[in-house]
């Protein structure tokens, strides 16, 4: 069983830049792929980011490639995700998610609570 709680959402405007935090608990963090999903106000749950621990690779979606950015940090238990150059279209609920591979959110089996980012024009 894997504990997920993000953190660092919040309000900001175009341009602005933001770094959301996810912190694991529970079943060893490093067997786990982990990603970043957000969901919008009547839209389906999105693919945003995902990095595999073994390799250290990463995958976005095309919407955010070069503005957002995932990392780890295996000792700490954490993955972060940078926005930088925030739009109005990224404006949702971001979710943490673990024990899962490749942009389905079905193939993910553990998720946080979810923090939300909101983008002013």
């Known amino acids: 069983q894997v504990q997920l709680v993000e953190s660092g959402g919040g309000l900001v405007q175009t341009g602005d830049s933001l770094r959301l935090s996810c912190a694991a608990s529970?079943?060893?963090?490093?067997?786990?792929?982990m990603a970043w999903f957000r969901q919008a106000p009547g839209k389906e749950r999105e693919f945003v980011a995902a990095?595999?621990?073994?390799?250290?690779?990463?995958y976005y979606a095309d919407s955010v490639r070069g503005r957002f950015t995932i990392s780890g940090d295996n000792a700490k238990n954490t993955v972060s995700l940078q926005m930088i150059s925030l739009k109005p279209e990224d404006t949702a609920v971001y979710y943490c998610?673990?024990?899962?591979?490749?942009?389905?959110?079905?193939?993910?089996?553990?998720w946080g609570q979810g923090t939300q980012v909101t983008v002013s024009s």
């Open positions: 990095i595999k621990w073994r390799g250290g690779n990463t």
């Open positions: 998610a673990a024990g899962g591979s490749g942009s389905s959110s079905i193939d993910y089996a553990y």
């Open positions: 529970g079943r060893t963090f490093s067997r786990y792929n």
